[in-house]
């Protein structure tokens, strides 16, 4: 299904802006470590905003490797299908982040709930899950 590259956003002009402006702005905060779930080639995290936050990590976890590469917000990432397996398995530690995102792609998952307790897993305590 995702082996083509789709360097297109999903969402209109106007719901990215505010998608944007509410990460940049508001979710996170200097120093976060974060994990981007279902990740492509935009985190959606401003240029400006992500110099001045000075973000620990921002590890992307998604499908295709191209627009992965793409994402000049990533410190990191890493290609795994959460659609494989029911009892999905992050490739992270426990409590290694501090705000976990996944936009615009939750309807995409076939266990959303399994893939949201992995996510509660590598969150720290007191952390944000934002979908």
């Known amino acids: 299904f995702y082996s ?12 990215v802006e505010s998608m944007t402006k509410y990460i940049s702005n508001r979710l996170l905060l ?3 470590s974060v994990l981007d779930l279902c990740s492509s080639w935009t985190s959606h995290i401003s240029r ?3 110099e001045e936050l000075k973000l620990k990590r921002v590890a992307g976890l998604g499908m295709n490797a191209k627009e ?8 990191e990432w890493a ?3 959460l ?3 029911k009892n999905v398995k992050l490739p992270y530690d426990n ?3 501090d705000v976990v995102m996944c936009q615009l ?3 995409y998952l076939i266990h959303p709930l399994e893939v949201m307790r992995e996510a509660s897993r590598v969150l720290k305590s007191g952390g944000k899950i934002a979908i």
């Open 4 to 15: 083509d590259l789709r360097f297109v956003e999903h969402v209109d002009e106007q719901a």
């Open 30 to 32: 200097p120093g976060d």
């Open 48 to 50: 400006s905003r992500l």
């Open 68 to 75: 992965l590469e793409a994402n000049n917000a990533l410190t």
């Open 79 to 81: 290609v795994k299908d």
């Open 83 to 85: 659609n494989e397996d």
């Open 95 to 97: 409590e290694s982040f």
């Open 105 to 107: 792609s939750v309807d």
